[in-house]
T-cell receptor, first 111, second 121 residues
Framework: DAKTTQPTSMDCAEGRAANLPCNHS???????VYWYRQIHSQGPQYIIHGLKNNETNEMASLIITEDRKSSTLILPHATLRDTAVYYC????????????FGQGTRLTINP | GAVVSQHPSRVICKSGTSVKIECRSL??????MFWYRQFPKKSLMLMATSNEGSKATYEQGVEKDKFLINHASLTLSTLTVTSAHPEDSSFYICSARVWGLAGGGGYNEQFFGPGTRLTVL
């Protein structure tokens, strides 16, 4: 699976949009971009995934660059409960693919 | 989304004892489950892939005789930490794979349990 690079930590004010970048310059054509988050002492939670088109769901939006070498997860109106470690992972969809977690971005939402 | 549970959520044991952790898929069947370990302030590290009805596949460096995995049914996988020592103290997390066809496309997702915190004294 392709390797991802994320900033170690970020801060965001409550109510503002949180934009979390991820670089995946070695991504292959059949690899998707997945985002998970882990709130302290809990299991990871799926957020969103995409291949090349931008995606939006009730939790977040995912913006993937045209060359697919980077992406941005957007939490449109961050709340204190969004404080967590956010993981960007690239993987193929077929088969029993294991998820390889990097260090992620520790996002802190400040009141 | 699909729900995965783990039991117990927290366990404290003496050094040398064995501890069993259960991972259950509550509203779906999972032919594949995964076991992860996470040390404080570190990322999740995959330990093994558990396949129903067959032997687990362990990641490099993970002792299969120490971390026994059994996936006896489509809704239950167990991880047994044998002869636990203080260095085995960690947060153990399982996930279950859901896959299939829907709406003309395929999906292949993992849903995670809440984790089990093991402390070995």
């Amino acid at each position: 699976d392709a390797k991802t690079t994320q900033p170690t930590s970020m801060d965001c004010a409550e109510g503002r949009a949180a934009n979390l970048p991820c670089n995946h310059s070695t991504i292959s054509g059949n690899e998707y971009v997945y985002w998970y988050r882990q709130i302290h002492s809990q299991g990871p939670q799926y957020i969103i995934h995409g291949l090349k088109n931008n995606e939006t769901n009730e939790m977040a939006s995912l913006i993937i660059t045209e060359d697919r070498k980077s992406s941005t997860l957007i939490l449109p109106h961050a709340t204190l409960r969004d404080t967590a470690v956010y993981y960007c992972i690239v993987r193929v969809v077929q088969g029993a693919q294991k998820l390889v977690f990097g260090q992620g971005t520790r996002l802190t939402i400040n009141p | 989304g699909a729900v995965v549970s783990q039991h117990p959520s927290r366990v404290i044991c003496k050094s040398g004892t064995s501890v069993k952790i259960e991972c259950r898929s509550l509203d779906f069947q999972a032919t594949t489950m995964f076991w992860y370990r996470q040390f404080p302030k570190k990322s999740l590290m995959l330990m093994a892939t558990s396949n129903e009805g067959s032997k687990a596949t362990y990641e490099q460096g993970v002792e299969k005789d120490k971390f026994l995995i059994n996936h006896a049914s489509l809704t239950l996988s167990t991880l047994t930490v044998t002869s636990a020592h203080p260095e085995d103290s960690s947060f153990y997390i399982c996930s279950a794979r859901v896959w299939g066809l829907a709406g003309g496309g395929g999906y292949n997702e993992q849903f995670f349990g809440p984790g089990t915190r093991l402390t070995v004294l």
